[in-house]
T-cell receptor, first 109, second 118 residues
Framework: EDKVVQSPLSLVVHEGDTVTLNCSYE??????LLWYKQEKKAPTFLFML????IEKKSGRLSSILDKKELFSILNITATQTGDSAIYLC?????????FGKGTKLSVKP | DTEVTQTPKHLVMGMTNKKSLKCEQH?????MYWYKQKAKKPPELMFV???????INESVPSRFSPECPNSSLLNLHLHALQPEDSALYLC????FGQGALYYNSPLHFGNGTRLTVT
């Protein structure tokens, strides 16, 4: 059965800290891994990763994929309170996008 | 704000009511999706329309009926729902439909409709 597992499920840090969120996956016919940020409403797209070892970066956020070990990480440096959200990892497989349960990040001032 | 627009934002309906959720995108995307999200859970796929044809139905009960009138619009018709159907219903779209490029086009989500069934 295809699955996407995220860890930790929740994380509390202070502003300025650096965090690493983890996502492992087991999907048949893997094509891509995506990261989303969800605050109160719509998940907003962060990154899509298809190739191993190539870091994608957007401001303080970066992500990388390891297709050999079947995992991805999302790094956030110099965290801010506005980074508080649920971060969802998802993998495309068999026409479906399978989501992990998410990591709830809380950034304290 | 997202480029996928969902209406209404909130909906309260009784178990005997018939209502519809609407979704619209003008990005020229050719695949549209309905997801259901319960509190503290990840989104779960319900339906996928690819090039205006239903391509995936994840064994959703018939009280949910999707409709794709054209490539920009997606509806979800609701009838005889149960209280456990209360959830956030998310619409999403992606640039490509089924095919080689399908998995390499990210989904863009709307803000959702918060549905409460009483």
């Amino acid at each position: 059965e295809d699955k996407v597992v995220q860890s930790p499920l929740s994380l509390v840090v202070h502003e300025g800290d650096t965090v690493t969120l983890n996502c492992s996956y087991e999907v048949t016919n893997f094509r891509s891994l995506l990261w989303y940020k969800q605050e109160k409403k719509a998940p907003t797209f962060l990154f899509m990763l298809t190739s191993s070892g190539i870091e994608k970066k957007s401001g303080r956020l970066s992500s990388i994929l390891d297709k050999k070990e079947l995992f991805s990480i999302l790094n956030i440096t110099a965290t801010q309170t506005g980074d508080s959200a649920i971060y969802l990892c998802a993998s495309g497989s068999q026409g479906n996008l399978i989501f992990g349960k998410g990591t709830k990040l809380s950034v304290k001032p | 704000d997202t480029e996928v627009t969902q209406t209404p934002k909130h909906l309260v309906m009784g178990m005997t009511n018939k209502k519809s959720l609407k979704c619209e995108q003008h990005m020229g995307h050719r695949a549209m999706y309905w997801y259901k999200q319960k509190a503290k859970k990840p989104p779960e796929l319900m339906f996928v329309y690819s090039y205006e044809k239903l391509s995936i139905n994840e064994s959703v009960p018939s009280r949910f009926s999707p409709e794709c009138p054209n490539s920009s619009l997606l509806n979800l018709h609701l009838h005889a729902l149960q209280p456990e159907d209360s959830a956030l219903y998310l619409c999403a779209s992606s640039q490509f439909g089924q095919g080689a490029l399908y998995y390499n086009s990210p989904l863009h989500f709307g803000n959702g409709t918060r549905l409460t069934v009483t």
